[in-house]
């Protein structure tokens, strides 16, 4: 079945950078959309940026030009810089086995991490 294990939140200040990783496992990433999503508290889940495996990207508008999907054979990335206080939350990272066409809703998605908790002060 599908596992997919977040790591690399941590506490930081403003303007700092923090490199997300989601480690996949018992699928072959192959025609899945992968994304990242993030909780506040006391909110819903909001989508932040996808790639599908033919490297089709979306982002969410207010992380444009901050922060950097990617992904590597099994590993999913979230490169954030410039991290502001309104980034914090929970990161989740999410797959559907379906091609990204710009979803970035957590009813799309059908496989989650645990989360990952980032805190901008």
């Known amino acids: 079945h599908v596992q997919l294990v977040e790591s690399g939140g941590g506490s930081v200040r403003a303007g700092d950078s923090l490199r997300l990783s989601c480690a996949g496992s018992?699928?072959?990433?192959?025609?899945?959309?992968m994304a990242w999503f993030r909780q506040a508290l006391g909110k819903e889940h909001e989508g932040i940026a996808s790639?599908?495996?033919?490297?089709t990207i979306s982002y969410k508008q207010s992380v444009k030009g901050r922060f950097t999907i990617s992904q590597d054979s099994a590993l999913l990335y979230l490169q954030m810089n410039n991290l502001k206080p309104e980034d914090t939350g929970t990161y989740y990272c999410?797959?559907?086995?379906?091609?990204?066409?710009?979803?970035?809703?957590?009813?799309?998605?059908?496989?989650w991490g645990q989360g990952t908790q980032v805190t901008v002060s």
């Open positions: 018992g699928y072959t990433h192959k025609d899945y959309c």
């Open positions: 790639i599908g495996d033919d490297g």
């Open positions: 999410a797959a559907v086995y379906a091609p990204c066409g710009g979803r970035l809703t957590e009813p799309e998605f059908g496989f």
